[in-house]
């Protein structure tokens, strides 16, 4: 999909565009239904029958002359710049995403789901249930899934030969259009490099009957691929004196958000340059010593270079200040609240912190928020907004749009910190050794609105950090969605949320949710009550979480890397780092964010918890080389066939999980590919 918003009023006076494409549409909140719809751009069919089964190795247009024919004026070149658009990797089906992939979530464990290798594709990777023959989520060619990102590539290279001859383009917007594809092509190559390392750089299509020794083409380095992805973006944002360019816009109008801009491109560049400085990239002789091309030579780099955490540095600093510069921060709930909690706005000591990291994800557009994917199904199902919003408390058996049956694995469940912002298990006041033990949930101004209270919980669901309670969903919490505030109950034969005769599939089959991706007031049963966002790609925090990370890894500890590890902190209530980890009557190990390996141990925690559900996870664990850690141990949840709190808070394995290293780290090329093309080599173990 596309990812240009219109305004329906010009829309409908530009007959040109919809008779080119369909439209979409879209629901940001209550009260904007009523005044206006927001259409996208959709794929521009006729390009894309031109390219059935694009590959790197076929990316000659079947026909150039149609293909020109798309350019012959402003409008059908709005479309083919569309289509650019149309490759981007899917944030928001769940079957087709990479979001799936690692430790945090889990869907439905039955045979129609959990033993079916075209659903919940992410999950079956993580199982070894990928395989060259038949790739899940082939972004390299496409299929199993996923769409190829080559193809992708093809297209914007085709907009790159066509856009000069289009007559009625503005010189300024026909930069703008061009400045946006070099960035898209340039992530796309990025997004291949996370997922296969080296890979074969496309920077033209090939002419019609290139000979076969052009097409054969050869991976190259993984420096070599960075350096190229670096380069296409920094050509975008400098001339060859080091200035700023202006060829691209500095942030888009309503109608045109999720395009990309000058403040997500340097937000990009920023993500691309902590990957290239990361282990699995910097210096890997672990892991890739033995992976060679055919002339002899390492892929990966063999001997690290802290130089390259210095330019990440350097480059997330100036995406963060750019960003600052033209209005970019952490959100912050302003406004009145539901009525049903506009007591508890006056009581409780955590709401605003809740409402701050609630509203960041769903609120769309909002000031924190620096790339969003606005590809969005409207009126379709599949995304994460509906697998896992629970059903309806007015209407049970209405499973529409609110699938409840995506939620977490327990890890998640112990992974946020507690309310004195530590890991639970580094807490000295948090009793960690009895955290299954059932207790009564209190009734005090912590837990008001969030916990039920004087029913039975466990005391891991208490006294966590406010993002626990904004987040996640565990049995007896409070859960505002279908524009209520509903009290959640997971055990056997009880609704909302549990497993039971009506609900034999559709339950949350670790009795965990998590309601992240959710606004609160969509609703059930008809696509019009769902309210959709554009899923964060790329937000604020996360560039404040790299730049910690960035300073670490360069200086070692020290207080600018506190700085922006606090901001993100104090907008969900916690105390700085400081503060809490110089404290002996809070943690176990008083003084260890004062030392490297301590302060990395910090900030890896911290991201995983500020951006977990929202794709980064899997790609971190990567590129800090820690799978082995994490993605070895089994799938676990509590008891949901259990009738009371001692027989529902058992926990028990669920599913296996299966990883090789280092095979996994990277996804296998596929074999047709292989055997077509000699000059080819595969990702070793596969």
């Known amino acids: 999909m596309s990812h240009f918003n219109r305004d329906i009023n010009s829309q409908r006076n530009d007959e040109s565009i919809t008779d080119i494409v369909p439209t979409y549409k879209m629901k940001i909140n209550k009260s904007y239904r009523m005044k206006s719809k927001i259409f996208i751009i959709s794929t521009l069919i006729v390009l894309s029958t031109l390219l059935p089964g694009c590959d790197f190795l076929d990316i000659v247009p079947d026909n150039t002359v149609q293909v020109g024919s798309l350019f012959e004026n402003r409008e059908k070149a709005l479309g083919a710049l569309s289509t650019c658009y149309r490759y981007m990797p899917n944030y928001e089906k769940l079957h087709q995403s990479m979001t799936l992939a690692g430790d945090e979530w889990v869907g439905r464990l039955d045979a129609d789901h959990g033993e079916n290798r075209g659903l919940l594709r992410g999950m079956q990777l993580m199982r070894g249930w990928n395989n060259s023959n038949d790739p899940i989520l082939n972004f390299w060619s496409g299929g199993g899934g996923a769409t190829s990102l080559y193809q992708g590539i093809r297209v914007c290279n085709i907009f790159f030969e066509n856009i000069d001859g289009v007559p009625d383009i503005t010189p300024a917007e026909k930069a703008d259009w061009i400045a946006q594809v070099k960035i898209l092509k ?379 590890l606090n901001r993100v902190r104090a907008v969900g209530g916690l105390q700085p780092i400081e503060t809490v980890w110089s404290d002996p009557s809070i943690v176990k190990t008083p003084g260890k964010h004062a030392t490297k390996e301590g302060l990395r141990d910090i900030i890896h925690r911290e991201r995983m918890i500020e951006l977990s559900f929202e794709g980064h996870r899997y790609f971190d664990i990567l590129r800090w080389k820690e799978a082995d850690r994490y993605f070895l141990s089994p799938v676990k949840g509590f008891n949901t066939t259990g009738v009371d709190p001692e027989q529902f808070y058992v926990l028990m394995t669920l599913q296996p999980r299966r990883w090789q290293t280092p095979r996994d780290y990277l996804m296998p090329l596929p074999l047709w590919d292989i055997n077509r093309n000699p000059n080819l080599v595969q990702n070793p173990g596969w």
């Open 186 to 564: 340039a992530y796309y190559h990025f997004y291949l490099i996370r997922l296969y390392g080296p890979i074969v750089i496309a920077d033209k299509n090939l002419e019609p009957f290139s000979p076969v020794e052009e097409v054969r083409q050869e991976r190259q380095t993984v420096d070599s691929c960075f350096n190229y992805v670096l380069n296409s973006i920094d050509e975008v944002l400098f001339d060859a004196n080091g200035s700023p360019r202006t060829e691209l816009s500095v942030e888009r109008e309503s109608a045109f958000l999720g395009q990309v801009d000058q403040i997500n491109a340097r937000a990009i560049k920023a993500q691309v340059l902590i990957t290239r400085a990361s282990p699995l990239f910097n210096g890997n002789t672990e892991y890739f010593s033995n992976f060679r091309n055919k002339a002899g030579d390492t892929y990966f780099p063999m001997t690290p270079d802290p130089e390259k955490w210095k330019e990440a540095l350097d480059g997330i600093k100036d995406a963060i200040d750019y960003a600052e510069a033209r209005g970019k921060k952490l959100y912050t709930f302003i406004g009145q609240p539901k009525f049903w909690d506009v007591k508890n706005f006056e009581e409780s000591e955590i709401i605003q912190y809740a409402y701050n990291k609630r509203f960041s994800i769903v609120q769309g557009w909002n000031d924190e928020l620096l790339w969003g994917y606005s590809g969005l199904d409207y009126e379709g199902q599949g995304g994460f907004a509906h697998a896992t919003n629970m059903r309806s408390v007015a209407d049970p058996t209405q499973a529409g749009y609110a699938w409840q049956w995506l939620g977490a694995d327990y890890r998640m469940d112990e992974l946020f910190y507690s309310k004195n912002g530590v890991p639970i298990e580094d807490d000295k006041t948090y009793d960690y050794s009895n955290r299954l033990q059932i207790t009564e949930i209190p009734d005090d101004n912590y837990h008001k609105g969030y916990m039920q209270v004087g029913e039975k919980t466990i005391r891991l669901h208490l006294n966590r950090e406010p993002r626990f309670y904004a987040w996640m969903v565990v049995d007896r919490s409070v859960w505002r969605t279908h524009d209520l505030a509903n009290d959640v109950k997971m055990r056997y034969n009880e609704f909302p949320g549990g497993r039971g005769a009506q609900h034999t599939t559709d339950f949350y089959w670790t009795g965990i949710g998590v309601k992240k991706l959710v606004h609160p007031e969509s609703g059930t049963g008809h696509w019009a009550r769902v309210v959709k966002f554009p899923y964060p790609i790329l937000r604020l925090s996360d560039l404040y979480l790299m730049y910690a990370e960035a300073y670490n890894e360069y200086n070692g500890p020290g207080q600018p890397a506190y700085e922006y």
